[in-house]
């Protein structure tokens, strides 16, 4: 059974950093390309970045480019997203996603919860 | 980054068929068959409803069909039940990963 489980959210204050963990099971994680979607409250997805199989390549929305960094670890099976200078407008659920291609995000997290707040 | 619409709202009664659009541009669904739609009930993550327009995942019911027509996908839900109501999104590859804005479905 594909887990995904994701943990780090919590309240920051604004120019604050915080790094989000996902923990993956059941599948072999190193096949996959992995995203971070995330969710503001009361609205819709969104789409935040997302690494390549073997960690080579990243990319990332525009409004987070330069402040937030996707890494993975093949061997410990887990997914990172760093993220720095927070804004109020960060405030989400983020979302553990596997791509199984083609933006097929197929299995997610339950969400972890960050709020960017004073 | 392309915008995919959604039409905010659907509503529908139980039994009923209803359809969701999801416009996108040449760019994404125009030129490619990968438009995925996704299922989200408040409070729960979302979950893979259709993939590559069509085809429905392990476990989805086949009351749940997709079909694409230049730049516009469609979601139909036929047979509605109460279970149903909750929020839908598309997505398409394309220049880079967006979602729709998302559709809100009442069952009435």
């Known amino acids: 059974e594909v887990q995904l489980v994701e943990s780090g959210g919590g309240l920051v204050q604004p120019g604050g950093s915080v790094r989000l963990s996902c923990a993956a099971s059941?599948?072999?994680?190193?096949?996959?390309?992995m995203t971070w979607i995330r969710q503001a409250p009361g609205k819709g997805l969104e789409w935040v970045a997302h690494?390549?199989?073997?960690?080579?390549?990243?990319h990332y929305i525009d409004s987070v480019r330069g402040r937030f960094t996707i890494s993975r670890d093949n061997a410990m099976k887990s997914l990172y997203l760093q993220m720095n200078s927070l804004r109020a407008e960060d405030t989400a659920v983020y979302y553990c996603?596997?791509?199984?291609?083609?933006?097929?995000?197929?299995?997610w997290g339950h969400g972890t919860l960050v709020t960017a707040s004073s | 980054q392309s915008a995919l619409t959604q039409p905010a709202s659907v509503s529908g009664s139980p039994g009923q068929s209803i359809a969701i659009s999801c416009t996108g541009s040449?760019?994404?669904?125009?030129?490619?068959?990968?438009v995925s739609w996704y299922q989200q009930h408040p409070g729960k993550a979302p979950r893979l409803l259709l993939y590559?327009?069509?085809n429905r995942p392990s476990g989805i019911s086949s009351r749940f069909s997709g079909s694409k027509s230049g730049n516009t996908a469609s979601l139909t839900i036929s047979g509605l039940q109460a279970e149903d109501e909750a929020d839908y999104y598309c997505?398409?590859?394309?220049?880079?990963?967006?979602f729709g804005g998302g559709t809100k479905l009442t069952v009435l």
């Open positions: 996603v596997r791509d199984s291609g083609w933006y097929r995000f197929e299995y």
């Open positions: 059941g599948f072999t994680f190193s096949s996959f390309y």
């Open positions: 690494i390549k199989e073997d960690g080579s390549a990243q």
């Open positions: 040449s760019s994404d669904i125009g030129t490619y068959k990968y």
């Open positions: 590559e327009v069509s």
């Open positions: 997505t398409s590859f394309g220049s880079s990963p967006v």
